[in-house]
């Protein structure tokens, strides 16, 4: 097992090894973004990369928008693109190290690019940090890939039955919004901690 730990995502970035990164906010978190009123609501993004969607969001007027990752690479790159970001939402640290509490957490495949033996862990650690009734809305990988990951995918049957467990599930479906690339291979999310 590939140990994904900080030397590992740093590597990729340095060596330009990020297949996934799009270059810009994903589309289906793009328009959930445009839905939600409340600007002042607090919002993470885990194992956010480059930054697209915090970028966005925070252009849209969200001001309350935290990123994290563990590797420093993106997130100074993100930094130096967007000065005017506040740097105290900038969390450079293990998403499994992470304390606080927040309304929204928007999820860009950051689920597919840990290993499946961690799912449980994700969903608890998920549970602890959003706010009663706050929302994991996003986007994951609903195919099985013929080489080992990252990423990882899997079977909107199979998220079913990690995720009841945990929230409420409001959408598990197949994502009509994908970039054309990736169409037919997302699943979108809407889960609400209770």
């Known amino acids: 097992m590939i140990n994904l730990n900080e030397n590992y995502w740093t590597d990729r970035y340095r060596n330009g090894y990020t297949g996934w990164d799009i270059g810009h906010a994903s589309p289906p978190l793009k328009q959930y973004l445009d839905q939600i009123g409340d600007r002042n609501c607090s919002i993470l993004i ?7 969607e915090a970028a966005e969001g925070f252009h849209m007027g969200f001001s309350n928008i935290h990123l994290l990752d563990i590797s420093r690479i993106p997130l100074q790159r993100f930094s130096e693109k967007f000065p005017d970001f506040p740097q105290e939402q900038i969390y450079h640290e293990d998403f499994f190290q992470h304390q606080g509490k927040y309304d929204l957490i928007l999820e860009q495949t950051f689920f ?7 799912r449980v862990e994700y969903c608890e650690k998920m549970k602890e940090l959003l706010k009663p009734n706050g929302k994991l809305v996003g986007v994951l990988f609903g195919i099985e890939f013929e080489r080992s990951g990252p990423p990882f995918g899997g079977k909107i049957a199979d998220y079913q039955v990690l995720f009841e467990q945990y929230f409420e599930i409001k959408k598990l479906e197949p994502c009509y ?16 901690n209770q």
Request: proline share 13%; charged share 10%; glycine share 14%.
């Open 46 to 52: 885990p194992g956010a990369g480059n930054g697209y």
């Open 177 to 192: 919004n994908s970039i054309p690339p990736r169409m037919g291979s997302e699943v979108f999310i809407h889960l609400v």
């Open 112 to 118: 597919c690019a840990l290993d499946p033996s961690v």
